[in-house]
């Protein structure tokens, strides 16, 4: 049984990984400097998400999350397309970690070729299918090892970086009110206010991890009073990891730098850190690749179950409920295909950005089932499930808004 440190690092080791690693340069490519502003706002939404998911863990802790909890909560209808925007969402996430993956991994290798990056990807991504639907489990201790590397890099980038930070570059808004035309200011302002709720729709999919804590109710002591406990810790250490990182990202090479090398190679934290000397390049490129395999390999274990919950529902065909031993190994198999064929799209701004509409559809739908829960299964006010849910469909909106918009 997990206590609260075993709980956090759990969380942890499902939140730092691809937001970290790869999403700052995409946030950094639509807000500029004022990503900084988004992470902060992101880690405000996740913490009402993610109190409300631990008051529905708490009173209903079962295997399928909000799509098993609207069904109970809410409706049928409900249920499908809570589970449909977890598989979407997490699918989406995990191939935009494979392409970080092999992003880090083909820059040791000093190659940016895309092709190669893609194919790369994919591979990975069928070898750890491969292993998933043989029924292999992660564990806690492994889940610790590999927190505990990827700390030690950002750490490492964080004390190597802080020499190289021009607090010039940290401007959160390049705005600088001058001669201008009537209303220029203005429109410049509310641009501004939509490439932040952009970023935050983004960066809010980096904290989700968090989820993986509120599925844990069997299997931490005292789980009413660890889970919500172990939520918050995750998501304020998560917070300061993202702030100090971000910060030297940006103010190491400006924000238009950082997301060129997003763009470039899908590995933004090592192409910085190659200016910050060789030993904390290798360092750097180290810690992601064990970063995102592990968030991988967690997304292909969580993805996988649900769409075993689903099937069994019908929702999905229910050929894939099937159980080999202790392995739903068809649903493994059909969750590592969907999961290769995203990651050939080849651009982690359209995965990711799939990812987060439907991470913030899934949530919604768990927030409203919070608001629904009966007066002695509340454990948190209703102003935190409320709070949520605007959010979620204010920056749904305005993801969507911001996409189209030319």
Known sequence: MLGLPGAVLMGLGSIVGTGIFVSIGTAAGVAGSAVLVAVGLAAIVATCNGLSSAQLAAAHPVSGGVYEQAYRYATPTLGRIAGFAFVSAKTASAATAALGCAGYALALASSGDRTVQIVVA????VVLTIFVAGGMQRSSRLNAVVVALTLVSLLVFVVAGLPHVD???LNPTGYAPSARAPGADDMQLGSLVRDIAHAT????VAYTGYGRIATLGEEVREP???IPRAIIVTLVVALLLYLAVTTVAIGSVGADGLAAATRAGSAPLETIAAGFGEPIRYIVAAGAITAMLGVLLNLLLGISRVVLAMARR???PHGLATVHGSSPRRAVIVTGVAIAALALIGSVKTTWSVSAFFVLVYYGIANYCALRQPASER????AVPVLGLV????LAVWLVIDVLSP
């Open 314 to 316: 019908r929702d999905l």
């Open 391 to 394: 959010s979620c469909l204010a």
């Open 224 to 226: 009413a009073r660890t």
């Open 122 to 125: 994919a591979m990975v991504v």
């Open 167 to 169: 607090v010039a570059r």
């Open 201 to 204: 729709a983004l960066m809010f």
């Open 379 to 382: 454990r948190f006010t209703r």
